[in-house]
């Protein structure tokens, strides 16, 4: 062996001893690299995609809320009033509508 291989792990790489520095080194300015790069796998999607995909799971449950919570009142009130099935249709449509101003409520606030 060769006095400049002596240093070397069977398979070619430097010995643990020798490289723990260097390795650490590394791992701590790939690291800081990365946070600053943003493609650390902790680093935060875009703020643009994460509040689009709020906004439309807002939408998405203010639609099915509101027509669950129209449904369910309208049906009370014809159970307690015999007026089946007219309370479940205008509690429905009630429910729709009131959906449907949230949804407008909420994009006239965050301007989009």
């Known amino acids: 062996m060769n006095?400049?291989?002596s240093d070397q792990a069977p398979n070619g790489d430097p010995s643990p001893d020798d490289g723990d520095?260097?390795?650490k080194a590394l791992?701590?300015?790939?690291k800081a690299a990365r946070q600053q790069d943003g493609s650390h796998p902790d680093?935060?999607?875009?703020?643009?995609a994460d509040a689009s995909y709020r906004a439309g799971n807002r939408v998405l449950a203010d639609l099915l809320g509101?027509?669950?919570g129209?449904?369910?009142l309208g049906w009370l009130i014809d159970q307690f009033a015999g007026t089946r099935p007219w309370g479940l249709l205008v509690m429905m449509f009630f429910g729709i509508f009131v959906a449907f101003r949230n949804i407008v409520r909420h994009a006239g606030q965050?301007?989009?």
């Open 43 to 48: 680093a935060r999607v875009s703020d643009g």
């Open 27 to 30: 791992d701590a300015r790939l």
């Open 110 to 112: 965050t301007g989009g």
């Open 66 to 68: 509101g027509l669950a």
């Open 70 to 72: 129209g449904l369910f």
């Open 21 to 23: 520095a260097r390795v």
């Open 3 to 5: 006095d400049d291989q």
